[in-house]
């Protein structure tokens, strides 16, 4: 009943997430067996209303669709993020009940596991908070005065596990072979990956590349706790100086946001993730918007040493990473007085694909 898919649900936004399928048949042990379904109806807004009216916080992220059959009935999926909000409290009819998930049993939590469960959010975004500050001083350690473009992706919650697998060869062929937009405009190829201390990371000066690169140019570079990098070095183009494609540079936006939404929806799909772009040293760049307006363009320069865009909070990996390029170059853009990217469609499709 409602009742007990509310406990369901937030026993695993509680946990780690997971999936709840309806209208499946399963043996005594529990063993998936005959999808038979249910009759079509409005569930999907039944569900949805029954946990926004009875669960506090709100499960951001929650997201249920109804697949129709053959037989004209329909299974409903429930995919449950892992929540930032966590820990969930059930409130319908009065309940106020917190729940755990352990293995295929749910718990009521008690008070003690309730204010762990508070605590634990706490230090796991303080601990994302000091991961991403340390990385910052290494980026800018290592490419010293050079104009640097690093892009950046991570869990909400940094643990102290392995995500990704040094070994693991469908991860080494993502890296080897990342998504690309049609006339390999922004690509974001770095050659054969190789293992590191901190996980995996392939750049042009990687010892399987044939053609050994003594500059540093580009790299991809993936922790073993979830943390993704991409980062690029930027040069100056003669009188014109150092100065931001529009459509060239965004590419790079396009291509490494395609990389995590492959590499995050097999390994971490249910996952909130936080998302930084920054360009290092870039005092003095403009934004190239048209080459019949080079002049006009150049007028309006950063005037800091850094073009820091922030965090961007991605809740829905499967549908906000769609529209993320967007977001991080209407960032840029705004940096310049501009209102937003005209490289993007209004339904924030990049228009050069």
Not at 51 to 78: A, F, H, Q, T, Y
């Amino acid at each position: 009943d409602k009742r007990e898919m509310l406990k369901y649900i937030t026993s695993m936004a509680n946990h780690r997430g997971g999936y709840i399928v309806i209208g499946i048949e399963a043996d005594d042990e529990g063993i998936p067996t005959t999808v038979v379904g249910i009759e079509a109806g409005n569930h999907v807004e039944r569900i949805t209303s029954s946990c926004l009216d009875n669960v506090d916080k709100r499960m951001v992220g929650l997201e249920i669709k109804d697949i129709p059959l053959s037989n004209g009935r329909v299974v409903i999926i429930i995919s449950i993020p892992e929540s930032i909000n966590a820990p969930h409290m059930v409130t319908y009819k009065g309940l106020n009940q917190f729940w755990k998930r352990h293995g295929r049993q749910k718990d009521k939590m008690m008070i003690g596991e309730i204010g762990e469960a508070f605590d634990r959010r706490l230090s796991n975004l303080n601990r994302l908070d000091r991961f991403l500050y340390t990385r910052e001083a290494e980026i800018l350690e290592d490419i010293g005065d050079n104009p640097w473009m690093v892009m950046s992706s991570s869990p909400s919650y940094i643990r102290d596990e392995i995500i990704f697998d040094v070994h693991d060869e469908a991860l080494r062929s993502i890296v080897l072979n990342p998504p690309k937009l049609k006339g390999m405009i922004g690509d974001i190829s770095c050659g054969e990956p190789y293992p590191t201390i901190n996980g995996l990371r392939a750049d042009n000066r990687s010892p399987y590349n044939t053609y050994y690169d003594t500059t540093l140019r580009e790299y991809i570079e993936l922790f073993s706790n979830g943390y993704i990098e991409y980062g690029r070095l930027m040069s100056e183009q003669g009188e014109l100086g150092l100065y931001f494609a529009s459509v060239a540079d965004t590419a790079y936006i396009v291509n490494f946001v395609r990389l995590i939404r492959k590499i995050y929806g097999t390994y971490l799909p249910l996952t909130p993730v936080v998302v930084s772009c920054a360009i290092y040293n870039a005092k003095g760049m403009w934004l190239a918007v048209s080459k019949h307006l080079a002049e006009q363009d150049k007028l309006e320069k950063w005037k800091k040493q850094h073009l820091e865009l922030g965090e961007f909070y991605v809740e829905n990996t499967a549908e906000e990473l769609k529209i993320l390029p967007k977001r991080i170059s209407d960032r840029i853009w705004q940096a310049f007085h501009r209102e937003k990217a005209t490289v993007f469609d209004g339904a924030g499709t990049f228009r050069f694909e």
